[in-house]
């Protein structure tokens, strides 16, 4: 079996007095540089770790060939949106800066990401050169943003709509976690905030190709969010792959079986492979 090697702790930004850092899982089987791919973790913008799924899911990918790059960003008590894109777009400089140093290919990158992870990935590949998006994060700002294929794992794609609620689900459920994003209790008083920062109004026909993976009993965002932007992709022109797991609920365990971490390497793999 492939082995993994796992450097940690490589810091990508600084802002203000928050160190920003990722962990390269790469293979050793391979000699040459290893295409690599950015993962964004999940946790709602407010909790979470780059090392979440460390053994179970980065290494079991990084096994399949691919190199992981897991970075940390700002939560919302560390910065409101949009400083969370642009941490995301910071470690993808780095990554072009500093990728060769650390045994990866970096002529083509991938992003991934988890949930709230997955908003992140897929603004960073809707958004390269947009202004309002790139920020001014990290010691590396004459390298490109731009990703070449984006794995989104059930994660938003409607911030409004995902955070509206009827007056029983408001009784009954825990309040939105988009809205803090914007530092709001109430994400309709900052809708074209949200609208702008949702990856469905970002679609456009030169979109890297997406594979998107969504459970059809997850109970946290409903499989609609990765249907529409499959559609929306599709009819823009762009290339899109969507998978529905059959009994997979949020963070369902099932994203994590070797079929289906196979079928993912296999998809950035045949994008990354230059």
């Known amino acids: 079996m492939t082995t993994v090697r796992i450097t940690t702790d490589l810091e990508f930004a600084r802002v203000d007095d928050v160190c920003l850092t990722l962990d390269i899982y790469r293979p050793t089987s391979q000699t040459k540089a290893v295409p690599v791919v950015l993962y964004l973790h999940g946790g709602g913008w407010q909790v979470g770790d780059k090392t979440d799924g460390a053994k179970e899911?980065?290494?079991?990918?990084?096994?399949?060939g691919i190199a992981i790059a897991s970075a940390n960003y700002r939560f919302v008590g560390q910065g409101l949106f949009p400083a969370q894109i642009h941490d995301t777009k910071a470690a993808v400089r780095w990554l072009r800066a500093n990728g060769a140093t650390h045994g990866l290919a970096t002529d083509r990158i991938g992003i991934w990401g988890a949930s709230a992870g997955a908003v992140l990935a897929s603004l960073t590949a809707l958004t390269a050169g947009d202004s309002d998006f790139e920020g001014t994060v990290g010691d590396h700002p004459e390298q490109s943003s731009a990703v070449d294929v984006a794995v989104h794992w059930f994660g938003q794609t409607d911030l409004l709509a995902n955070s509206a609620r009827s007056?029983?689900?408001?009784?009954?459920?825990?309040?939105?976690?988009?809205?803090?994003?914007?530092g709001v209790d109430d994400l309709t008083t900052v809708r074209e905030e949200a609208r702008a920062a949702s990856p469905l109004t970002r679609?456009?026909?030169d979109a890297p190709p997406f594979l998107i993976a969504h459970g059809?009993?997850?109970?946290?965002?409903?499989?609609?969010?990765?249907v529409a932007l499959h559609d929306a992709l599709v009819r823009a022109g762009a290339e899109s792959t969507l998978l529905m797991l059959g009994?997979?609920?949020h963070e369902g365990p099932e994203f994590d079986r070797p079929d289906h971490l196979s079928l993912?390497?296999?998809?950035?793999?045949?994008h990354l492979h230059t």
């Open 57 to 64: 899911r980065l290494t079991a990918l990084a096994e399949r």
């Open 167 to 182: 007056w029983l689900e408001r009784d009954l459920l825990k309040p939105p976690f988009e809205a803090p994003l914007f």
């Open 203 to 205: 679609v456009h026909a």
């Open 216 to 226: 059809d009993r997850d109970r946290i965002t409903p499989a609609s969010e990765s």
């Open 247 to 249: 009994g997979a609920g």
């Open 264 to 270: 993912t390497a296999a998809f950035l793999a045949a």
